[in-house]
């Protein structure tokens, strides 16, 4: 379907444009943290849990389908860099089987090894699935495909059952990966930032009246 945006007079577009103007402006309330710290998840189905936190906080989200390609890694370390921080801590999120549990452990070598970050400068944790947090949950399956090069890892230390991250129940991962951004984040700092937010709409706010008053002092439109 298509259809097209247009007015019945240059009242009604003015209007539609001033009731966007200026509007849509978040702070980046990360800007005093002391760390930059991002989001990963390994499957899309986490998504819809996970990204109404990760704008909450203004943290960026990133879903990697599985052990996440170099692509998305050099945008994390590009957003590292330009962030002027002194460390990167990457929260990671997957399934507990051989492949989920070295994501984590995976992406301070390969930022290192790829990128040349030094392994002081990054750190890495899984915060679910962990081992402790499967107790109770129903399992996923088992250790089926041994040619997994993490495979012998996995079943020497944890066994042969494996579990997904979706038997968690939602409100559970949330309250997990809330807890696990802060306890990497400065709460105050981000408080502060907050706060600043609230008074950086106010001035936009005022910036938005005087620009409405403006354009209706302006003479009427000629009617055709």
Same mark, same amino acid.
């Given at each position: ?121 990054? $750190? %890495? ?5 962990? +081992?402790?947090? &499967? =107790? ?8 089926? /495909? ?19 991250? $979706? %038997? ?5 991962? +949330?309250?997990? &990966? =809330? ?8 709460? /105050? ?27 209706? +002092? ?7």
């Amino acid at each position: 379907m298509t259809t097209w945006d247009v007015h019945d007079s240059p009242d009604t577009f003015i209007k539609a444009e001033l009731d966007d103007f200026l509007n849509g402006y978040s702070r980046n309330l990360q800007r005093t943290q002391p760390t930059h710290i991002e989001l990963f998840a390994e499957k899309n189905t986490l998504a819809g849990i996970l990204r109404p936190i990760a704008s909450r906080y203004v943290i960026p989200l990133t879903i990697g389908r599985g052990c996440c390609s170099i692509a998305p890694i050099r945008k994390m370390v590009n957003r590292f860099k330009r962030s002027g921080k002194e460390k990167l801590i990457i929260l990671a999120i997957a399934d507990f089987d051989p492949a989920g549990i070295m994501i984590a452990r995976s992406f301070c070598q390969r930022v290192h090894d790829y990128f040349h970050i030094p392994l002081s400068k990054i $750190e %890495a944790r899984k915060i679910a699935l962990t +081992e402790d947090q &499967t =107790v109770d949950l129903p399992v996923g399956g088992n250790v089926g /495909d041994k040619s997994d090069v993490n495979a012998p890892y996995f079943v020497e230390h944890y066994g042969e059952e494996t579990y997904e991250v $979706e %038997a968690l129940e939602p409100e559970e991962l +949330e309250r997990l &990966t =809330v807890e696990a951004i802060e306890s990497v984040l400065d709460v /105050d700092a981000f408080n502060a930032e907050v706060e600043a937010e609230k008074v950086d709409w106010e001035f936009l706010s005022a910036k938005r009246r005087t620009m409405a008053k403006l354009m209706l +002092e302006l003479p009427d439109h000629p009617t055709i």
